[in-house]
């Protein structure tokens, strides 16, 4: 019987280490593609104050819990306030986040503005409310930026979330235009910046699960079955299960554009192109049948690598 207890536990110990060993690693693997995307980018630099937006969902908890591991390791110095647009969207928990961030010792501020009542009253029934609400919730986090004094907008967008848009605006917007990862804002005063461009959004998710952070669903945005991103999602997770390396190479390209080889005559000068007699790279070679490297092309952020 004892060795029978004694082989049970001894079971459950190897299994509970290989369980730390790999949320460890994915800890590291975060880590480290956060890194590379704030360094390939440029995003935070010596003395910024980084004004992450935490909406109370994985994202960007991850984000700031990612950052907050970061500024540890890195060779410059940059602080970290959490904000929170408190929409008024009805049984919002109001005291979720104000007692995590006191409990991680995290400096916050809370912004209440009723933009709930205003979507549900200009948006019908039944429509996508997603524009109109991130136009009032920019709009009002450029303004809080200003007052805390913050130098660049960190927002919780990852790598899939990067992928839908590009789709998105293809399929429905007739652009190749997608979601940078450091991008000037709207109203011209602000940088804001993407540090999970390079996370998988399924890594966040088990992340998420790991740290147990205390999630808050989205009532206003989160009901709605039908929208145009679920579509997309759904056909990246397909292509994922069916086509390996599919989404990745769609990845990959986003960085690696050629001008001459698209249609935009802003873009490219077709208008003004004459034969020279010399030789040019790719040339009329439309399709490389090489094989396509599935990774990125990726900078550490000096310091940040585990």
Not at 278 to 287: C, L, M, Q, R, S
């Amino acid at each position: 019987m004892n060795e029978v207890l004694h082989d049970d536990a001894a079971i459950s110990a190897k299994k509970a280490e290989k369980i730390a060993y790999e949320n460890n690693k994915l800890h590291k693997r975060l880590c480290r593609q956060v890194g590379q995307a704030i360094g390939d980018f440029n995003m935070i630099e010596e003395g910024d104050k980084v004004m992450v937006c935490l909406s109370g969902g994985k994202d960007s908890y991850g984000l700031l819990d990612i950052l907050l591991t970061l500024r540890e390791r890195a060779p410059i110095h940059f602080d970290i306030v959490a904000v929170n647009l408190d929409q008024k969207q009805p049984n919002f928990p109001a005291h979720v986040l104000p007692e995590y961030l006191t409990k991680i010792g995290v400096p916050f501020h809370i912004e209440n503005q009723d933009t709930y009542s205003i979507v549900k009253r200009v948006i019908p029934e039944g429509k996508t409310t997603c524009s109109l609400c991130s136009r009032l919730r920019r709009g009002i986090l450029y303004r809080v930026a200003d007052e805390l004094g913050a130098t660049k907008i960190a927002l919780g967008h990852h790598r899939d979330d990067i992928l839908e848009t590009f789709f998105l605006n293809m399929f429905f917007g007739a652009k190749l235009k997608s979601m940078p990862p450091k991008l000037q804002s709207d109203d011209g005063k602000h940088i804001v910046i993407r540090p999970l461009a390079y996370v998988k959004e399924v890594d966040m998710e088990r992340y998420a699960e790991i740290r147990q952070f205390p999630i808050i669903p989205c009532d206003l945005c989160g009901s709605q079955e039908n929208l145009q991103r679920k579509q997309i999602k759904a056909m990246l997770r397909d292509w994922e299960k069916k086509h390996p390396g599919r989404v990745e190479n769609t990845f990959s390209a986003l960085s690696t554009v050629v001008p001459s080889h698209l249609m935009d005559r802003d873009l490219f000068g077709f208008a003004g192109l004459r034969a020279t007699g010399e030789a040019v790279p790719n040339g009329d070679i439309a399709f490389d049948e090489e094989p396509c490297s599935t990774g990125v092309n990726v900078v550490k952020f000096s310091g940040l690598d585990d």
